[in-house]
């Protein structure tokens, strides 16, 4: 939710305006719409390592879906989210994730491609315990921890890049999920995303989803504003000065205090009552593992990686991009909202719409506009 200028955040790196010290505080239809423009009018098992919740019959998943319904939007508890999530070895490494399956049950959920959601910079599976379950209405929903990050391994010495990320998310999908997916990022997850889709190799991503996409693995990324011209000295200077473990290690303790991260919170939701304890905990708790401070300085100091400029003309998948339009970190008026703002009118496979009062990281911040806009546009996509 944050970015790497900010840490610990959900998000991604680029922020606009940017801090002055930017690595140390803490469809449709071809056209963007506005939400005032079409306003909305039981027992848990497990099963081979998937959650089903199941519910008392009433629509039809699909209708629900269609209509933007949301049958349970009831959050998952973190505690529940934890005790459910499984392991999985990636080159060594174990990456945490969480198979959670619709309540129209397998023959349903087999009939619709599974989603895989993928966080952003500082958060983990639990920053989407509001939206499991409304998602899971008729699909399987996976989730995932990206290397460094939530319960996933944080390896010391590693270089965290925009593509080992990308890659992850395709050998996920290859030996975990197995079907054709459609991918929903938040932030730099959303980037990672992109990153994948692009992959002409793949044929398991099956459509799109954005949430405020960031620019870039760090503030490096978008060297064409002119904010970011300007503080390119203070950049520099910032990579040099946590290049030395004693100076990262000092900012990085004072950064993850429940304080600095609440305040943090605060400034990048547009929804204050969102910004619970529960949620202070979900950036803080991974932030005291071992291998969370080198994780922090790899990404901030590392490349910016693949801009999604670069990337998007080159994926022809159904796209929905969802932009909180009180995003002080990716805001609609910088150069990656300005581009993203205009894919509609010029790539008929994207679909893109504002929400108002809505920070950087949508689906947390105000989870009922994501699902009213997401839920009939994956009714909706192409069968094949």
């Known amino acids: 939710m944050m970015s790497a200028a900010s840490f610990p955040g959900h998000c991604h790196v680029t922020s606009y305006p940017p801090s002055p010290l930017p690595a140390l505080t803490p469809g449709g239809g071809g056209r963007i719409q506005w939400p005032h423009e079409q306003r909305r009018k039981g027992n848990i098992h497990s099963r081979h390592g998937i959650i089903s919740r199941h519910s008392s019959p009433c629509a039809s998943s699909s209708s629900a879906a269609i209509s933007g319904v949301v049958k349970d939007s009831t959050p998952l508890e973190v505690a529940e989210i934890k005790e459910r999530c499984r392991k999985w070895q990636w080159r060594g490494y174990t990456i945490n994730y969480l198979a959670y399956e619709g309540e129209g049950g397998e023959d349903e959920t087999r009939s619709n491609p599974p989603l895989l959601l993928v966080h952003g910079f500082g958060a983990s599976i639990a920053h989407w315990r509001r939206n499991i379950?409304?998602?899971?209405?008729?699909?399987?929903?996976?989730?995932?921890?990206?290397l460094g990050f939530g319960a996933s391994d944080k390896p010391v010495g590693f270089a965290y890049t925009m593509e080992e990320w990308a890659q992850l998310i395709l050998d996920f999908l290859e030996e975990i999920v197995q079907r054709p997916t459609v991918l929903v990022g938040n932030s730099v997850g959303s980037l990672a995303c992109v990153i994948a889709a692009s992959d002409s190799s793949s044929s398991l991503v099956r459509g799109l989803v954005?949430?405020?996409?960031?620019?870039?693995?760090?503030?490096?990324?978008?060297?064409?504003?002119?904010r970011i011209k300007l503080l390119l000295?203070?950049?520099?200077?910032?990579?040099?000065?946590?290049?030395?473990?004693?100076?990262?290690?000092?900012?990085?303790?004072?950064?993850k205090q429940r304080e600095s991260l609440r305040d943090i919170l605060l400034s990048v939701y547009g929804n204050k009552d969102s910004v619970d304890e529960d949620l202070v905990e979900i950036i803080r708790e991974p932030a005291n593992d071992e291998g969370a401070l080198d994780a922090f300085v790899s990404i901030v100091t590392g490349p910016p990686g693949p801009n999604p400029v670069q990337l998007m003309p080159r994926i022809t998948l159904p796209v929905l991009v969802l932009w909180g339009d009180q995003d002080p970190f990716t805001p609609i008026d910088g150069p990656v909202g300005k581009y993203f703002s205009s894919l509609p009118s010029q790539i008929p496979n994207v679909s893109l719409f504002m929400l108002e009062g809505v920070g950087h990281c949508p689906h947390d911040d105000r989870p009922e506009l994501v699902h009213e806009k997401l839920l009939p546009w994956l009714a909706n996509l192409p069968t094949s």
């Open 233 to 255: 000295p203070l950049l520099w200077f910032v990579d040099f000065l946590l290049k030395n473990r004693g100076v990262a290690s000092f900012l990085f303790e004072r950064v």
């Open 210 to 226: 954005l949430l405020n996409c960031s620019g870039g693995m760090n503030n490096k990324a978008i060297v064409d504003d002119w």
């Open 133 to 146: 379950v409304a998602l899971s209405q008729s699909q399987t929903v996976y989730a995932i921890d990206l």
